[in-house]
Every structure is written in structure tokens, then in C-alpha cells.
Nanobody, 126 residues
Framework: QVQLLESGGGLAQAGGSLRLSCAASGRTSSTYGMGWFRQAPGKEREFVAV????????YYADSVKGRFTISKDNAKNMAYLQMMSLKPEDTAVYYC???????????????????WGQGTQVTVSS
């Protein structure tokens, strides 16, 4: 079992930045791929970014590419999402996810990930 706890959400102005953190605990969590999804009010949950267990492979949603950066610190069992040039449409609850096996042809699917955090709210004002 793996537990995920997000932090770092809050209020930012358009053009600003925030960094989300995800603390993972439990069995062999350092060998898991990790990622981020988000869900805005009235919308479906959507993929944001994913990183392989070693940190060598990353993918991003087109909407955040070039603005967000995902990273992972296996020694600390942490994952991060650095968000720059924030836009009001980035407003959502952000969820950290993890899975022991990332299917790289299917990484943006909600159902792929076994473990989810409770989410952290990010609000971007215009």
C-alpha cells in the first residue's frame, strides 16, 4: 500500500508560479512512477504530467507543456510539480498519483493509476 499526500496548493495570480509537492510513503514507493492529474469544477479529471520511477521519462499534457515541470526525488520519496506562467484555466484540484507499472502508451488514463492523493486546490486569479 502506498499513501500520497499533496501540499503546496494555494492562490496565485495569472503569470505567477506555484510548486506542488507529493510525499509518498509505504512499500517500495521510490520505485513507482508518479504523476499529476487535475479536476476543475464541472469538468472531468484530466492528465497533467507523469514521470517514470528513475526520473528519466516524462510526459506532459499539451496544455501545460513548457510551463510545468515534473520531478522526483527517490531518496526522499517525493514528487514535485513546478508550475510557471499560471493561467486562470489552471485552476483545479491537483491530485498526485502513483503506480508500480506505467504503461507508456496509456499514461494519461485515469484508470491506470492505483494510488491517489486527496488533492490540493490551486486557484489562479486573473
Amino acid at each position: 500500500q502506498v499513501q500520497l499526500l499533496e501540499s503546496g496548493g494555494g492562490l496565485a495570480q495569472a503569470g505567477g508560479s506555484l510548486r506542488l509537492s507529493c510525499a509518498a510513503s509505504g512499500r517500495t514507493s521510490s520505485t513507482y512512477g508518479m504523476g499529476w492529474f487535475r479536476q476543475a469544477p464541472g469538468k472531468e479529471r484530466e492528465f497533467v504530467a507523469v514521470i517514470g520511477w528513475s526520473g528519466g521519462t516524462t510526459y506532459y499534457a499539451d496544455s501545460v507543456k513548457g510551463r510545468f515541470t515534473i520531478s522526483k526525488d527517490n531518496a526522499k520519496n517525493m514528487a514535485y510539480l513546478q508550475m510557471m506562467s499560471l493561467k486562470p484555466e489552471d485552476t483545479a484540484v491537483y491530485y498526485c498519483v502513483a503506480d508500480p507499472v506505467i504503461n507508456w502508451s496509456d499514461y494519461d488514463r485515469v484508470g491506470l493509476y492505483d494510488y491517489w492523493g486527496q488533492g490540493t486546490q490551486v486557484t489562479v486569479s486573473s
